[in-house]
Nanobody, 120 residues
Framework: QLQASGGGLVQPGGSLTLSCAAS????????MGWFRQAPGKEREFIGT????????YYGDSMKGRFTISRDNAASTVWLRMNNLKPEDTGVYYC???????????????WGQGTLVTVSS
């Protein structure tokens, strides 16, 4: 299971850190990914991190403002978001897969999502 949390209302230019706690069967998958989905739009790839080695990979439009990290002992992955913009508003999801992939179809388990609203 994956439990995403940390969403909320933040002003433009602000920062927010989301967390995703993994348990159970999700441990067999070596890569954790983050996605987001804005209202009326398709799910968008943010990036991934490997449990072993902690190598991260980001979608081109996500580089610079988003940082993914993990704590193996806590079985938790974080998504740090800086300089947030209104267009970052959406539901943010964590998910697991066996290799670094940008397509949501490649992911096996999904968290329930946490809502991020960027507004003044």
């Amino acid at each position: 299971q994956l439990q995403a949390s940390g969403g909320g209302l933040v002003q433009p230019g602000g920062s927010l850190t989301l967390s995703c706690a993994a348990s159970g069967r999700t441990f067999r998958y070596s890569v954790m990914g983050w996605f987001r989905q804005a209202p009326g739009k398709e799910r968008e790839f943010i990036g991934t991190i490997t449990w072993t080695g902690g190598t991260s990979y980001y979608g081109d439009s996500m580089k610079g403002r988003f940082t993914i990290s993990r704590d193996n002992a806590a079985s938790t992955v974080w998504l740090r978001m800086n300089n947030l913009k209104p267009e970052d508003t959406g539901v943010y999801y964590c998910a697991t897969t066996t290799a670094v992939r940008a397509s949501p179809q490649a992911y096996h388990f999904w968290g329930q999502g946490t809502l991020v609203t960027v507004s003044s």
